[in-house]
T-cell receptor, first 113, second 117 residues
């Protein structure tokens, strides 16, 4: 069974820092990987989606990379801002079993002003 | 577009009562997902519909849970009878899937916070 792990569980940084969030998965046979943001008491907001054939995706200050062979993805946030404070989750869509979606437990990010 | 709409936003009920959660996906989307989120278990996929047909319901915890999608613009998740351990936030999400050019981004609703006493 696919397992998705996010480390660290929580991260606190001063405003302006560049930071990297990590996501690892045990089965490299994936269809795609998606990064989400969740604010307290809210639903998830999709940030970036990387297809299995892609290596990275960029949106504004966010860059997500995917290394299937090593079972890793990173979310890079440049010049962090207090408004980036949220929980960030990664989700993998199964390769062999296309109908399975696996979520990590998230990294709770706090950007201090 | 108003996004994915869920109702009610909050539900408090007593053990044994029937609970019905509702979801309206984004217009034009053909995939719909029901998730449950708890502190202990994180986010779990309960059931997944494609073109109104349930594709995978292996995440539905028990027979007490059932989901329907009578048309492309409406889905329900029903719990009968409800139990305290069903207390969680239930999310509905939708996406557009096409073999020609998949746009798999899932869009989540605001969730329904369910408390079973």
């Amino acid at each position: 069974k696919q397992e998705v792990t996010q480390i660290p569980a929580a991260l606190s940084v001063p405003e302006g820092e560049n930071l990297v969030l990590n996501c690892s998965f045990t089965d490299s046979a994936i269809y795609n990987l998606q990064w989400f943001r969740q604010d307290p008491g809210k639903g998830l907001t999709s940030l970036l989606l990387i297809q299995s054939s892609q290596r990275e995706q960029t949106s504004g200050r966010l860059n997500a990379s995917l290394d299937k062979s090593s079972g890793r993805s990173t979310l890079y946030i440049a010049a962090s801002q207090p408004g980036d404070s949220a929980t960030y989750l990664c989700a993998v869509r199964g390769g062999y079993n296309f109908n399975k979606f696996y979520f990590g437990s998230g990294t709770k990010l706090n950007v201090k002003p | 577009d108003a996004g994915v709409i869920q109702s009610p936003r909050h539900e408090v009920t007593e053990m044994g009562q029937e609970v019905t959660l509702r979801c309206k996906p984004i217009s034009g989307h053909n995939s719909l997902f029901w998730y449950r989120q708890t502190m202990m278990r994180g986010l779990e996929l309960l059931i997944y519909f494609n073109n109104n047909v349930p594709i995978d319901d292996s995440g539905m915890p028990e027979d007490r849970f059932s989901a329907k999608m009578p048309n492309a613009s409406f889905s329900t998740l029903k719990i009968q009878p409800s139990e305290p351990r069903d207390s969680a936030v239930y999310f509905c999400a939708s996406s557009l899937y096409s073999l020609a050019g998949p746009q798999e981004t899932q869009y989540f609703g605001p969730g329904t916070r369910l408390l079973v006493l």
